[in-house]
Nanobody, 125 residues
Framework: QVQLVESGGELVQTGGSLRLSCVVSGLPFNSYTMGWFRQAPGKERDIVAAISWHGTTTYYLASVKDRFTISRDNAKNTVYLRMNSLKPEDTAVYYC??????????????????WGQGTQVTVSL
């Protein structure tokens, strides 16, 4: 059974930082591209960042580039999203996702095979 379990979301003030974690089980983690998506109330789910299976190729949404960092630890089956200089517009449920297309850093939801349940990030003024 494949499981993706996110943690680390919480209420934080503008300018603060958080680190989200996603622990994966039930699949060969080091053969999967991993992504973080987010969904704000009333909006579509969008890619935030993605990282290749070997960790050397990444993608970032333009509005988070230079503030967020995606990383992975294949020995721990875990992908991270470090978020600095948080803004109210970063408020959303954050989901991690796994894609078996390991040679591609996917940006679309339909490129990902497995999803976590999400963790809430709320940035207050």
């Amino acid at each position: 059974q494949v499981q993706l379990v996110e943690s680390g979301g919480e209420l934080v003030q503008t300018g603060g930082s958080l680190r989200l974690s996603c622990v994966v089980s039930g699949l060969p983690f080091n053969s999967y591209t991993m992504g973080w998506f987010r969904q704000a109330p009333g909006k579509e789910r969008d890619i935030v960042a993605a990282i290749s299976w070997h960790g050397t190729t990444t993608y970032y949404l333009a509005s988070v580039k230079d503030r967020f960092t995606i990383s992975r630890d294949n020995a721990k089956n875990t992908v991270y999203l470090r978020m600095n200089s948080l803004k109210p517009e970063d408020t959303a449920v954050y989901y991690c996702a796994a894609s078996s297309a390991k040679w591609k850093v996917g940006r679309r939801q339909d490129e990902y095979d497995y999803w976590g349940q999400g963790t809430q990030v709320t940035v207050s003024l």
